[in-house]
Each structure stands twice: as structure tokens, then as C-alpha cells.
């Protein structure tokens, strides 16, 4: 078990909710678009789709939702389950939830307040409607108890880089976070998701694709270098911290191969 070492390196936690972090966030900034992330394996759809056009509503227009799938079978099974959904399986929920959630943000029209002191009336009936879906994972009535967010929906994104979730994308987002290597990479990434963007009947320039970056910095540059050799020898000095961090994100543990490598600690060392 590898519990203790992510603990106390404060790999996976503590951290906090993005959700409630948003307005904090919007409200100390005047320009910047903010995007938490969440799961649709977990979230149930029509709480998803108020929350975030609350938030899209308070900050005029700057909070995004960014959708992933989840990976990790401790997430799964702290919500419940006792193995994660299949890989696939997991994007049929995904697009079904976005389909809903967007039906949802659609429930009321751009001109359904009226807010007419003379008749009283604030929103015109007309233009709010019950949506009455009925999916193979999700069901909701509707129509959302909140207004329509300010353009519409908010901005959406999505961060799976599989051809599922490329696919996924190509359908409904306006943007994919991708983490990628090298230029080579992030360029075939693109060209192949701007083709199925095009394949699903957008525009190609309506998709645009963030690459994740980690800049080290400094006062100057000789001192940002300076500091990046640092975080390379500590990552030299601990691969049990570099295989972690990968085990992280694959959701797949490394203690064990670990055992086997001839300068590793043995099994029970005080690195677990
Ligand atoms: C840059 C990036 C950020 C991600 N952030 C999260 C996250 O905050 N929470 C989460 O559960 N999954 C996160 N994921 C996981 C993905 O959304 C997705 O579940 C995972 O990559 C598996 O999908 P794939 O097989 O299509 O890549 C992230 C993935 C990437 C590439």
C-alpha cells in the first residue's frame, strides 16, 4: 500500500472542493475565465448544471466546466462502487451527462425574464420549458430553477486524451486540456483533433486545445534554471517519488515492481 508515502508528501491531499473555491476566485479576479473540474462518473447532472450556472451567472459569464471521466478506482469506490465503470462506458455516461446538462442550461430562453413592474410579471412562462429526458444513465424533468447562464452555456472542456475522449470532444467542447511531451506531439494532437472536429460537423477553430505547461521560475533566468537542476536531483535522489507521481496519474501501483529495482528500499522501509 502506498497510502502513507502519497500522505505524507501531500501527493493526492489534502486538497479542497474546486466548486466552492470558484467564486473566491472570480471574485478577487476581474478577466481571467475560471474552470473547475468535475466527473461525470459521480456528479448527478442537474445538480452539476445549477451549480454551475449559479457560478456563471454571479461572475457575469467567466465560470467554465471542465468534464472528466476519472480514472482512479478509489475514487470509484468512494463513491459507491465497488470497481470503477468500464473505460468506455464511462464516455457513454460522459456524453449522455453533457447532453443533459446542455438541455438543462437550455430550459429557459435567452429573453424568458421579463422583469415588467407593470404587469408583475418577472419571467414570461412561455419561455421556460420541462425538458422530460429520459436517457439510459440519467433522467431529468427540468426545466433548471435557475436562469439561462449568461451566453447560453458556459464554456465547456474536457481533459481525456484517448480516442474516446478525442471523440467526445469533437462533439461538445469548446476546449481539451491535453498533457503532451513534446512539440511533435502536441502538433499531431491538434491536427488529429481539429479533424474530428470537422467529422462532427464543427467548425475546427471552434475547438481550441490548452497543453498543460510547468514553468519553473525565478527572479531571473539563471536563478529559474537554478532552481529547476534542484527539483531534478530531488527527483534523481527519490524515484519512489517520480513513480509515485506516475501511479498517480495511471491509477496504477508501483510499489510492488518497486521491490525489484536494485537500488529500491526493500519492502516495509520507512519511504511506504
Ligand atoms: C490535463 C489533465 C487533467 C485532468 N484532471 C483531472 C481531474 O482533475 N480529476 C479527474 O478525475 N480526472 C482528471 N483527468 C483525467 C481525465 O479526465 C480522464 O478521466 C482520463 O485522462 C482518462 O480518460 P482518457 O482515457 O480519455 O485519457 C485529467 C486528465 C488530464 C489529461
Given at each position: 500500500m502506498v497510502r502513507g508515502f502519497y500522505l505524507k508528501r501531500a501527493l493526492r491531499a489534502p486538497k479542497n472542493d474546486p466548486l466552492p473555491l470558484v467564486p473566491l476566485l472570480t471574485q478577487a479576479t476581474k478577466h481571467l475565465g475560471i474552470v473547475p473540474t468535475i466527473s461525470t462518473s459521480f456528479y448527478p447532472p442537474y445538480l452539476l448544471a445549477r451549480l454551475i450556472a449559479t457560478l456563471d451567472l454571479m461572475s457575469k459569464g467567466r465560470v467554465g466546466c471542465n468534464f472528466v471521466t476519472s480514472t482512479a478506482e478509489r475514487a470509484a469506490q468512494n463513491f459507491g462502487l465497488d470497481a470503477h465503470l468500464d473505460h468506455d462506458l464511462r464516455y457513454e455516461m460522459a456524453e449522455e451527462f453533457v447532453d443533459l446538462v446542455e438541455k438543462l442550461w437550455s430550459s429557459w430562453d435567452a429573453d424568458a425574464i421579463v422583469a415588467d413592474r407593470d404587469t408583475g410579471?418577472?419571467?414570461?412562462?412561455?419561455?421556460v420549458r420541462a425538458i422530460d429526458y429520459k436517457g439510459r444513465f440519467f433522467s431529468s424533468r427540468g426545466p433548471?430553477?435557475?436562469?439561462?447562464?449568461p451566453q447560453g452555456r458556459p464554456v465547456l472542456i474536457q481533459a481525456g486524451g484517448s480516442p474516446q475522449g478525442r471523440a467526445f470532444a469533437a462533439k461538445h467542447m469548446d476546449c481539451v486540456i491535453a498533457a503532451l511531451g513534446t512539440v511533435e506531439e502536441m502538433t499531431a494532437f491538434r491536427l488529429d483533433l481539429r479533424k474530428r472536429v470537422a467529422a462532427a460537423g464543427r467548425d475546427p477553430d471552434s475547438c481550441k486545445v490548452f497543453f498543460v505547461v510547468t514553468p519553473t521560475l525565478g527572479e531571473t533566468k539563471e536563478e529559474a534554471q537554478e532552481r529547476g537542476r534542484r527539483r531534478q536531483a530531488q527527483r534523481d535522489a527519490s524515484p519512489e517519488l517520480a513513480l509515485a507521481q506516475m501511479g498517480s496519474l495511471t491509477d496504477i501501483d508501483f510499489s510492488t515492481s518497486m521491490r525489484r529495482w536494485p537500488n529500491s528500499r526493500p519492502t516495509g522501509s520507512k519511504a511506504r
Open positions: 410579471a418577472f419571467v414570461d412562462p412561455a419561455k433548471l430553477n435557475t436562469a439561462r447562464p
